[in-house]
C-alpha cells in the first residue's frame, strides 16, 4: 500500500509516490475542473494501491492566513468529500523552492511540482516515524 503526496496548484498540481520509506517524484496535473483533477487523482490513486493522500499546506513563513492557504484548505475539504481514503495535511514552507534549487543544473524534464510533492511526502513519512 503506497501514500501519494500532492502540492497543489491552482492550475498544476504536483503528485508523487512512497511504496514504502522513500517518496518520489510521480507526475505533474494540468488541470482546468475539479472534477477533471479528482478523477486523475482517483486514476494515480488505484494505479499505485493508495492508502492515504497527504497534501501540503501552504502556512506562510511569518504566520497568518494567506489566499493560498484557504485555496488549499477548500481543496483538501473537497478531497475528504470525494474520497474515500484518508486525507491528511503536511506543512510545505519553502518545499518548492528547495525543489527549483535542487533541479538547478539538472538536465532533467522532472517538474518542481513533482519534486516539492515528494519533499512534502518525504517530510511527512519521516515525521510519522518518528512519532512510532
Partial sequence: M??????YGSRKV???IAEGVLATPLRVLRWESRRELGQEIQRACMEYGVRAIVVGMPHPLRGGKSARVTATEE????LRRE????VVTEDE???TAFAKRLMRGWKSSADD???AAAIILQSYIERVQETQ
Avoid at 503506497?2 to 502540492?7: P, Q
Avoid at 474520497?83 to 484518508?86: A, G, I, R, V
Fill in 14 to 16: 504536483g503528485l508523487a
Fill in 75 to 78: 481543496f483538501v475539504a473537497w
Fill in 113 to 115: 511540482d513533482a519534486i
Fill in 83 to 86: 474520497s474515500t481514503l484518508p
Fill in 2 to 7: 503506497a501514500l501519494l503526496g500532492i502540492d
Fill in 93 to 95: 514552507r519553502l518545499t
